[in-house]
């Protein structure tokens, strides 16, 4: 059985920092390209970043370029969304894919 397991999400102030984590069990983790994505109420889900299987190519959304990073240790199978000078507009639920499988999400709230 898959399971895709964040964490990591919480309350900040905005430029606060806090780092995600996904973390995999029941799958070959390594072979698959790594997703984190962001939605928030009435919003349209929106791909944050992407990692390669072996972590040698990400993207990332123009949002939040600059700002987060994603990185992946496939020795613990977890992958991880590094999130600096958050703002508001960050404020969502995170989740991880992998495959065709979802983690259940974490609430990232940016607000003073």
């Known amino acids: 059985q898959v399971q895709l397991v964040e964490s990591g999400g919480g309350l900040v102030q905005p430029g606060g920092s806090l780092r995600l984590s996904c973390a995999a069990s029941g799958i070959v983790f390594g072979a698959y390209t790594m997703y984190w994505y962001r939605q928030a109420p009435g919003n349209q889900r929106e791909t944050v970043a992407t990692?390669?299987?072996?972590?040698?190519?990400?993207n990332y959304a123009d949002s939040v370029k600059g700002r987060f990073t994603i990185s992946r240790d496939n020795a613990k199978r977890t992958a991880y969304l590094q999130m600096s000078s958050l703002k508001p507009e960050d404020t969502a639920v995170y989740s991880c894919r992998v495959d065709r499988y979802w983690g259940q999400g974490t609430q990232v709230t940016v607000s003073s």
């Open positions: 990692i390669s299987p072996r972590g040698g190519t990400t």
